[in-house]
């Protein structure tokens, strides 16, 4: 039920984006680093569950009012954690409500859909549904700094290749730079 509830809230913010006379849209390109954790339930012993990586992807903003926009991106991110058993790289579509709260300053919440794209072991379901929210500080008119955290809502292991009774959801922090263009 989460998954339909997720994906249909997905697919109405892009309807959104696209059936509204929009004031302004921009694009851009954004990159960083992420600090990912698996959180096993039960929990394993002698894991490094933390892995550092990588994050890198293209957006579109389109504005819906002058203190509200909606944020649809297209990103790359490795994740899951340093034990090699554990390692996952995704595809990921977030899409974000942006709250301009300052003159450089905006805050984003909303669901976020992944596509995994290459995986260590056979231990990770192909599809992840998350939340996502962060902050963005305008450095120059186009450049940017941010940071996010992606929270996991599904357990991301499949139960039919590591067995019932070991559950893992994932928490991602991101932080890096980017330009409008």
């Known amino acids: 039920m989460k998954k339909v509830l997720l994906t249909s809230l997905l697919f109405l913010f892009i309807t959104l984006s696209f059936s509204q006379g ?16 698996l959180d096993f339930d039960p929990a394993p012993i002698d894991r490094n569950l933390h892995r550092n990586g990588f994050y890198f992807g293209g957006f579109a903003e389109f504005s819906i009012s002058e203190s509200l926009w909606l944020n649809t991106e297209l990103q790359w991110s490795a994740e899951g954690a340093k034990d090699e058993q554990w390692k996952a790289n995704y595809l990921k579509l977030p899409v974000q409500l942006k709250f301009v709260v300052g003159q450089n300053l905006s805050i984003g ?4 859909i992944g596509l995994k794209t290459w995986q260590s072991s056979d231990n990770f379901d192909n599809f992840i549904y998350s939340g996502v929210g962060g902050i963005q500080y305008t450095l120059f008119e186009d450049y940017f700094i941010e940071a996010r955290a992606v929270y996991g809502f599904n357990d991301m292991l499949d139960s039919n290749i590591v067995g019932p009774g070991l559950e893992a959801q ?4 991101q932080v890096g730079v980017g330009i409008k263009i």
């Open 22 to 37: 929009y004031q302004s849209t921009k694009y851009g390109v954004r990159a960083g680093v992420n600090i990912s954790n």
């Open 109 to 112: 919440i909303g669901p976020e």
């Open 170 to 173: 994932q928490f991602t922090i």
